[in-house]
């Protein structure tokens, strides 16, 4: 009877939009879990993978992402995977194409080197920027960064894999292992000026069997600044685990591309297990 009780509640709520605008039972405040795309990009097209290797065609970009802003996705990641070990920079026609198709927050990263990447790409419509290699290398462009355009605006990418029982941070899409561990690069970025952190685990990424749950956990006790888990998400209850785990935005990215599930069945299986959604 319990249970059909808590049941009913969370429908109740659901139907009243509680929790899809952020007020629990009791009228208490939630914090919103956000829904984001991931769209990986090479050569002119989105692809996934596995491991950051064995890339598959996964459609066009632009009308990507107008379909995930059309259906409730709540910010947007573009990564140009190849632009880093290409020595270039990012490709600004598609960022500023995809920014006039969708209205919602767009991150980009790949290619991000210096002060003037970040501001071109900003320029183009992009609302946050993603750094990874070039902070690895050089720390104090986060500082810079933070300062030049505010630290809403930075984004510290954080790839990882599994070493023993801690992880080492990888650069250059994944190419390089350095020996960097990823809670104190964590730590070091936030007090940096980071606003946020996009956390992708290596092993995880395309396997669809789940985020690195144990990694998520140890990096909210050490770092405030909001957490995007990436890397494993194959399923609704995915989903549910790396929020209760911790994370605040929840990036994925074959589910979505493939049509395996939709933003608004993610936000409802979300919704009726407790945690708060934007409306789709």
Not at 201 to 220: P, R, V
Request: hydrophobic content about 40%; glycine content about 12%.
């Amino acid at each position: 009877a319990k249970i059909t009780s808590l049941w009913s509640n969370s429908r109740q709520s659901l139907i009243r939009g509680d929790i899809f605008t952020g007020r629990g039972f009791g009228g208490f405040q939630m914090k919103v879990k956000k829904i984001i795309p991931c769209l990986d990009f090479k050569n002119g097209r989105v692809v996934k993978g596995e491991k950051f290797t064995n890339l598959k065609d996964a459609g066009d970009p632009v009308k990507l992402a107008r379909q995930y802003a059309e259906t409730g996705a709540d910010e947007l990641v573009f990564l140009d995977i190849s632009a880093t070990n290409e020595s270039r920079g990012t490709v600004l026609g598609y960022v500023e194409e995809i920014s006039k198709v969708s209205s919602i927050p767009l991150t980009v990263g790949g290619g991000i080197r210096d002060l003037r990447d970040i501001e071109a790409v900003l320029a183009k419509g992009a609302t946050k920027v993603a750094i990874n290699s070039a902070a690895v290398k050089n720390p104090e462009l986060i500082d810079q960064a933070a300062k030049e355009f505010g630290s809403d605006k930075i984004v510290v990418a954080i790839d990882v894999v599994k070493a023993n029982n801690s992880w080492l941070v990888v650069t250059h899409g994944g190419n390089l292992v350095t020996k960097l561990d990823a809670i104190e690069w964590a730590k070091e970025v936030e007090k940096r000026g980071a606003g946020s952190l996009l956390v992708t685990s290596k092993d995880a990424d395309g396997a669809k069997a789940g985020y690195d749950l144990e990694l998520i956990g140890h990096l909210k006790v050490k770092v405030k600044i909001p957490l995007i888990a990436s890397g494993g998400a194959g399923c609704l209850e995915h989903l549910k685990e790396g929020a209760k785990a911790g994370a605040d935005g929840l990036l994925a990215a074959s589910i979505f591309h493939f049509g395996e599930v939709s933003i608004q069945e993610c936000k409802e299986y979300l919704a009726l297990s407790g945690f708060a959604v934007s409306p789709v």
